[in-house]
């Protein structure tokens, strides 16, 4: 099972799923275009970080696994971009310790639904929902 989803992760199947997914809900018009950015941070296992190994960063594996040290130890932070109804459009997955703010754009930039037909990807919400945090003027223009 784990073999499979490691597989299926860096295949980028998973990514192509959840692009099917909002391509066929977006041409049925179910995707609310009131986008809401927000983040969860998620507490990491003790282990997680792990020790040093000789060659690190070879075989496949990454380097940054979004491990980021706070007061409450390991974590890692989930920032998403999510329609109306609750449906995930995008996410960036940063350390625990990253603030919400300089990851806005880096989230508004993953949304990118497919369209049934011929043209491209939208990309671009018509509302946008936010905490303090993110209401800056350069990201209410």
């Excluded at 609310?32 to 296992?45: G, I, K, N, Y």
């Excluded at 409450?72 to 998403?80: P, Q």
């Excluded at 449906?87 to 880096?106: H, I, Q, S």
Aim: net charge positive; hydrophobic share 30%; aromatic share 6%.
């Amino acid at each position: 099972m784990y073999t499979r989803f490691r597989r299926w992760a860096l295949d980028g199947t998973f990514t192509r799923m959840l692009a099917a997914v909002q391509a066929e809900k977006d041409a049925t018009g179910y995707i609310d275009w009131l986008v809401s950015v927000d983040s969860t941070v998620t507490r990491a296992h003790q282990h997680a970080a792990g020790a040093r190994k000789e060659g690190a960063g070879q075989g496949g594996e990454t380097c940054d696994h979004a491990l980021g040290r706070s007061r409450g130890g390991l974590t890692t932070k989930i920032h998403l971009a999510r329609d109306g109804r609750g449906r995930p459009l995008g996410f960036v997955l940063t350390g625990g310790n990253a603030a919400d703010c300089t990851r806005f754009e880096e989230v508004m930039d993953t949304i990118k639904v497919r369209r049934a037909g011929p043209g491209r990807p939208r990309t671009r919400p018509d509302h946008v929902l936010g905490d303090k945090g993110n209401s800056s003027r350069k990201k209410r223009a």
